[in-house]
């Protein structure tokens, strides 16, 4: 049940309050008695305005001592709103009904009722919630002993955790290969055709290594964010994988992949690993090869590619140490779930242990941020880099947690008895929120930008659909507000915030990202009620915040263009390049048009692969002719063309590239874009 008291009454029929000299002792007996209450009287407890003197009475003094005088003046701020108003003699209370038929009507009904309702869950069967609270209070009553059992608890969790985080990474070896490398979702040995350089000299060995590996679970669900060309089609919001599949003599090897394929997605298309476990597998790689053949595997569709690429690899689960024939399977899996149903036993614990609002918050905070840093959703990393990520990020983001817990998260959380609501909805919700790579992410919108909006498919009806119970619940937090006379000062607020905002955006030449961790801050003042919504979201929005953080740090919530890109199309108009001469079947020669005043030179990538790369010469405004022969006879092959640019301080960067052109294997060249082929022995 949910109450609404007045404010000034809250508590009011308490022994404990009504005798300020009312001994800890005699207090704590009161709040614990086994006796049912009287019928139509409520449960003694401690005022809801002091922080107690013990871990269950709520009194741990993480806070300054006059924080309880603060949130006193704090709690009287909504008062303000109406000593300028004829408050009645007695103390009934006066709501006035809503009318929207003038506007000094109107501002009045938001004003709220006098005196205001103050929001407080009261518990259903509270015996029975109190119990586990009621039982250490019993076993153990010094303050001090209490606070040691705390630390204790989240020592004991730290040792146990972390123990089982560093056997699963650091300590496990594969026979002949060493400490598998830890894999991301997304990890590949050839990134681009541009950042591998000319000829894919960045990207070697092409051939002649193996290593194993290791991959977390829910590899089905890495998706491309950008276009990205294999051959003469582009592919998006799709796992990249292409070839792979087996014929006879692989025997326990995979099919060939091409080198820019997903590792783990190819592994588990091959079935080396499980998509609910992950696991581990041996890489083998295997040069140049050619016709990547698609086939359907393990809930994976492949891409086909009907031409050569110089680098290839398999995978296996077989491992075989060097001087022996004997092969043993390589066994490993994914412990983040099984290390999250150990953390979510002790929260829930400490949750339903400890009442004192600082020390819940501070216990959950320290512990899902850890959870989520090196288990649930982990950089790429070693063990001793994941604790040295952790740790690093922790610092600044404890103190935005303190900031939000001490004008913020007091409110919901203060003189809560509701234990079982606390741990359903606040923690439950704080879970939801930090495991955001298994909840949210799903939703269809990689980023809040217009370009990923546009380009996602469902990312703007699941906007629209986001947007719409975002609405709805303004509405409620609103008239919540207005019930506890704080909806002014929170209009004023936000529009703080929304002014901020728009500041933020009218920055030339950069673009606003909220990212969710931004998008928490944003949003956490308006749960600032004790309502049960209130925890749901509080919890949702503190979870969103610690993964934010804890993943991926404190982004710039103001970026450049190009880095929003993240490797996507810039725009640019790519070069208009001249049909080619194609002397036989098997050569074609390129002859390029003058440069642009603002351009450095000239690219044309061949199968995918950078194999040209020009700059313009000094006493010149054009660059060298292309002169290509086919090597693979009968194959398909495939031109894009891209202007460079030169960097200040060295290196070069690239515009789009323009679609593919095919070389076909009877020799006509298609041209993109255009209703005529060239074939063989046709002039320009």
């Known amino acids: 049940m949910q109450s609404h008291v007045a404010a000034g009454d809250q508590g009011g029929n308490s022994p404990l309050l009504a005798h300020p000299t009312t001994s800890l002792t005699a207090a704590q007996e009161t709040r614990y008695t086994d006796a049912e209450p009287q019928r139509g009287a409520r449960e003694p407890r401690f005022s809801g305005d002091s922080i107690g003197a013990d871990i269950e009475l709520g009194n741990v003094p993480l806070l300054p001592d006059d924080f309880d005088q603060r949130r006193d003046s704090q709690d009287s701020l909504s008062d303000l709103d109406y000593q300028q108003q ?54 153990v009553k010094p303050r001090a002993a209490k606070i040691a059992l705390l630390v204790a608890a989240v020592v004991v969790w730290i040792a146990v955790f972390f123990s089982l985080v560093k056997a699963s990474i650091a300590d496990q070896e594969v026979l002949g290969y060493g400490q598998p490398v830890k894999l991301s979702c997304h990890a590949r040995l050839w990134s681009n055709a541009t950042d591998c350089g000319l000829n894919g000299d960045l990207c070697r060995p092409f051939d002649d290594q193996s290593f194993a590996f290791r991959c977390p679970s829910g590899c089905s669900a890495a998706i491309l964010l950008e276009p990205y060309n ?16 087996a014929f006879r003599n692989n025997g326990p090897m995979s099919g060939h992949y091409r080198g820019d394929s997903s590792i783990c997605a190819s592994a588990l298309h091959a079935g080396v690993i499980d998509d609910a476990t992950g696991g581990c597998g041996i890489l083998h790689r295997t040069g140049l090869q050619d016709k990547f053949v698609n086939v359907s ?173 975002l609405v709805g619940i303004t509405f409620l937090q609103a008239f919540g507000f207005r019930r506890e006379g704080r909806f002014f000062p929170m209009l004023r607020v936000y529009a703080a915030l929304v002014l901020g905002v728009l500041i933020l955006v009218a920055v030339p030449k950069m673009n606003l990202r909220i990212h969710h961790y931004i998008l928490s801050l944003l949003l956490i003042p308006g749960t600032t009620l004790q309502t049960r919504p209130s925890l749901l979201f509080q919890g949702i929005l503190v979870g969103l915040f610690i993964n934010g953080i804890a993943r991926w740090g404190f982004d710039s919530i103001l970026q450049t263009p190009a880095a929003l890109l993240d490797g996507g199309k810039m725009g640019t108009i790519p070069p208009k390049v001249d049909p080619p001469q194609i002397p036989d079947l098997n050569h074609v020669v390129f002859n390029f048009p003058e440069l642009p005043p603002n351009v450095d030179g000239l690219g044309v990538i061949i199968n995918d692969v950078l194999r040209y790369q020009e700059f313009r010469p000094k006493d010149s405004h054009t660059v060298p002719p292309l002169d290509w022969k086919r090597e693979h006879i009968a194959q398909e092959e495939y031109f894009r063309f891209g202007y460079v640019h030169t960097n200040a301080l060295g290196g070069v960067w690239y515009e789009d590239f323009s679609e593919a052109a095919t070389w076909r294997a009877t020799g006509q060249y298609v041209i993109p874009g255009y209703n005529y082929t060239m074939s063989a022995s046709t002039d320009e």
């Open 86 to 139: 004829d408050l009645p003699s007695t103390r009934t209370r006066r709501d006035p009904e809503f009318d929207c038929s003038s506007s000094w009507l109107f501002l009045q009904w938001l004003r709220g009722p006098v005196p205001p309702h103050i929001y407080h869950i009261e518990p259903s069967f509270p015996k029975w919630q109190a119990a586990p609270a009621r039982l250490v209070d019993r076993w």
């Open 230 to 245: 294999v051959g003469a089609e582009e592919y998006n919001y799709r796992p990249l994988v292409i070839g792979g599949k």
């Open 297 to 469: 595997k393990h809930g994976i569709d492949s891409i086909d590619f009907q031409s050569n690429f110089p680098m290839s690899f398999k995978v296996t689960r077989q491992a075989t140490s060097s001087g022996s024939s004997d092969a043993k399977l390589v066994e490993c899996s994914d412990i983040r779930w099984s290390l999250f149903a150990f953390t979510l036993v002790v929260t829930v614990i400490l949750s339903m242990t400890v009442t004192s609002a600082p020390a819940f918050y501070a216990s959950m905070f320290f512990i899902v941020w850890f959870q989520v840093a090196m288990a649930s959703d982990p950089p790429t990393s070693g063990y001793y880099g994941l604790i040295s990520m952790g740790v690093g990020r922790f610092l600044p983001g404890a103190f935005v947690g303190f900031v939000l817990y001490y004008f913020c998260i007091w409110r919901t959380l203060k003189n809560l008895d509701a234990h079982i609501d606390k741990t359903v909805l606040w923690l439950g919700g704080c879970w939801v929120g930090a495991l955001n790579t298994d909840t949210f992410d799903r939703i269809p919108i990689s980023r809040l930008t217009p370009h990923d909006l546009e380009q996602q498919p469902g990312a703007i009806p699941a906007l629209i659909i986001i947007v719409g119970l």
